[in-house]
């Protein structure tokens, strides 16, 4: 039998914009706590894996909390960066390399869309210079043939962002607390139709952190350690409909979503049924809908009606993004992926205040999904 | 839609100007007979490296379409601000061999967009005028609109 590995600390620096920390100061902040509520100082941890997209190396993070001489390794995995920090820190722990470890993401981004350079990502230049490099564009199209496929309806994409901020207004720590209409979100500019400006997140700043070690170990530090069922990253397969992709081939493949999910559940042994909270990427309400049905909760062409039930809301059947999620907190992109870990091991311990998802849910899901097709899954339970 | 003498490809590699109108340029794995655009050096299906070049047409249908509704930053090159910007429509574009090739669309009006709409491939001179060298990348247009296409000299 595997040793099982526990989460013993979470810590969050709050999303949004701080424009007097950096944001390495931000990943220090969420380090601290995480360390703070796992009882244990910085030379405690053996072992640590963080990273940001554009804001630094995590391993300078050893300048802000001590020069202890550990394995800090550094992560660049875009939005499964978080993920791939955590799936590492817990293959160390399970080797035996370490006995404590830390998982780290944090990020600073200029306001506005993203810009990529084709080079960095494999691709030529033209591609970028005539205006198709763009992940809002692969939001959009890949909503407007998934609309078109399963015969959903661009209310559904609404539905999906109004319940985003309803619930990011129930959480002290979202950068946005502010319920908006139907009708504010259906007649917002257009970004990239179908999807309009506030059904898309925004580019952000903040810090996620945890504290893992031996399950068998836990209860030293903790009364509520929260058990790391699952925690992989998947890449694309050939066929795959992907962000910055200039052509799609012929024959179609799973989205790595689809291949992370399925390898999660069976690696935790448990069925997408019993998720009791669910966190799921969402850079904008179309692909939150794509996702509810690639990482198994639902049917596609369900999610309409699923939205219009409530069943995505905190009450409902499937609880979905209960801190507001990406919509509501905004993307950095390092550290979107251990928020989610945070928010459902504060749902699990029972400590989500207002949002709390009633019946104290013992299962949670969070999934993160990036270019260039790369998908992150982690199933906790407590 | 004219474009003007001198103008240049964006990328020249991608485009075949030797016929009455263009088609797109791409690659084929001669080992299991998959198609790439733009050109591939690696077949990312079977593994070979074995490709030839390939025609790969310029008629198909839309297969998915957005409007890019806002000035994109650098590597954009079109020239243009947040000021000045028009948006301009983006889709894939279904191609006989079942590729699905992503380009600008010379319609960028939601109500002349749909998906299985038959499309075909022109040039369009997407630099604003004065911004720079004029420059020319490959874009569809919905067939009923379709006019002759004048290839620069």
Redesign the interface.
Known sequence: MIDEVAIIGIGLHPFGRTDHLSGLEQGAHAVRAALQDAGINWDAVGVAYGGSAAAGNADALSNLLGLTGIPFINVANGCATGGSALASVVAAIRSGAAEIGVAVGFDKHPRGAFNARPSDWGLEDWYGQTGLMLTTQFFALKTQRYLHEHGLSERALVLAAQRSFRHGALNPQAWRRTELSFAEIAESAPVNLPLRKYMFCNPAEGGAALVLCRAKDAHKYTRTPVLVKAALMRTRHHGSFEVFAPSLAAQAAPAPTVTASKAAFEQAGVAPSEIGVIQIQDTDSGSEIIHMAENGFCEHGEQERLLERGETDIGGRLPINTDGGCMANGEPIGASGLRQVIEVCTQLRGQAGARQVPGAPKLGYTHVYGAPGVSAVTILQT | MTIEPGATP??AH?LNLQGARPSLT?SRCTSCG?????AARGC??CGSTALDACDLGGAGRL????????C???????GESEHDFTP?G???VELA????????LTVAD?ARLR?GMPMALTLQA?RRPGAGAPVF?FAFEPVDTAGDTELPQ
């Open positions: 964006v990328a991608l791409g998959e198609v790439y655009f733009p990312t299906r297969w998915s379409w957005t409007v890019q509704g806002f994109p930053k650098p590597p954009y090159d079109s301009y983006v889709g894939y061999s079942g590729l699905k090739v992503e380009s600008r939601p998906i997407y990348t």
